[in-house]
């Protein structure tokens, strides 16, 4: 079974003919299009087409788990956006927006979410340590990425073995934090697990939207899958 966006017009992938430019693009199959390179003004020639159809295969991760979302003081829109189409792609059941966490109101987190903010169930809540308590109350296994104090790699620690019982009302609610400040002090002293992502490069952290997405995936089909 595949799932099958038709958001995107047909496609064709155009060439520069300067042998000194050979440029290669994709271009949407048009009237109004251009015949022209966008680089050096030199004619193009079709060299490849594609359908409108943009196919991702459809699975279900391997162990139901019931996975929720807090973003905890979020500053970009963009990253919102961002994290909410990969939410939605994740299968996320809520998303509980915290603090200064841009909405879908706002017109830069509809931009990059391209629509998946419509099919998200979500909600806004003022204090994140609060809301965290709630949920912990609830009985929600809380889990967070950040790098600071006891925080073991996201890979490298076992979990959902014995830990966490699928078949239960327990749902899991990954938090993200701020870009600059991480996670609040007080949602982090409510946290059974703490988790940070390996860095093998100069850089010592990710952007909180790839770092999100990779938590999310691997909660969802590598974690599951123990």
């Given amino acids: 079974m595949t799932n099958i966006d038709r958001s995107h017009p047909a496609l064709q992938f155009m060439q520069c003919t ?16 251009s015949v022209g390179c966008p680089r050096c003004g030199s004619p193009v020639r079709v ?6 159809a943009q196919q991702t295969q459809v699975m279900q991760p391997p162990r139901p788990l019931a996975v929720n979302l807090l973003l905890d003081n979020i500053r970009s829109a963009h990253n919102v956006g961002s994290i909410l189409r990969t939410a939605d792609g994740a299968g996320v059941r809520h998303v509980y927006l915290c603090g200064i966490t841009p909405t879908p109101q706002q017109a830069n987190v509809r931009k990059t979410a391209l629509g998946a903010e419509k099919g998200l169930s979500w909600s806004v809540h003022s ?9 912990q109350e609830a009985g929600q296994f809380l889990c967070a990425i950040e790098g600071s104090g006891n925080a073991s790699s996201l890979f490298a620690e076992p979990f959902m073995a014995e830990q966490f019982n699928a078949s239960a009302a327990q749902q899991i609610v990954l938090i993200i934090g701020n870009e600059i400040s991480g996670v609040d002090p007080g949602i ?9 992502l390996p860095m093998l490069g100069a850089k010592r952290s990710l952007n909180v939207a790839v770092a999100c997405g990779i938590a999310l995936y691997h909660l969802r089909f590598a974690v599951g899958a123990m």
């Fill in 127 to 135: 204090n994140g340590a609060a809301q965290a308590m709630r949920l």
């Fill in 188 to 196: 982090l002293a409510q946290c059974q697990r703490r988790w940070f």
């Fill in 47 to 52: 060299v490849a087409q594609c359908g409108s």
């Fill in 18 to 33: 300067n042998e000194q430019c050979g440029l290669r693009y994709p271009q949407a199959i048009h009237p109004q299009s």
